[in-house]
Nanobody, 124 residues
């Protein structure tokens, strides 16, 4: 059974930083899968945040987080990270990590395995 567990969320002030981690278990050869982060704010649809390729050499970001967020991965630890800097109130959301299987990497439907999410709240 594949499980993704996010951690590292919290309540911070505007301008602060957080690092989310996502540990994947039960998935053979994690290093052969692209991974991504999505977020969902209350009353809004889930939106793409960032994705990273299998080797960790190529990354892609939503315009809203480009230059502030950094995605990375450690395949030896089956873990994906999201470093979030200069946080803004509009970054407040439940952040999900996911494992990609097929299709456009900026679309949620391309991801098969999902975590339960980590809450990030940014106060003004």
């Amino acid at each position: 059974q594949v499980q993704l567990v996010e951690s590292g969320g919290g309540l911070v002030q505007t301008g602060a930083s957080l690092r989310l981690s996502c540990t994947v278990s039960g998935l053979q050869q994690f290093n052969t899968y692209r991974a991504g982060w999505f977020r969902q704010a209350p009353g809004k649809e889930r939106e793409f945040v960032s994705t990273i390729n299998e080797a960790g050499s190529t990354t892609y970001y939503a315009d809203s987080v480009k230059g502030r967020f950094t995605i990375s991965r450690d395949n030896a630890k089956n873990t994906v990270y999201l470093q979030m800097n200069v946080l803004r109130p509009e970054d407040t959301a439940l952040y999900y990590c996911a494992v990609h299987v097929i299709g456009r990497p900026d679309q949620a439907r391309s991801y098969q395995y999902w975590g339960r999410g980590a809450q990030v709240a940014v106060s003004s």
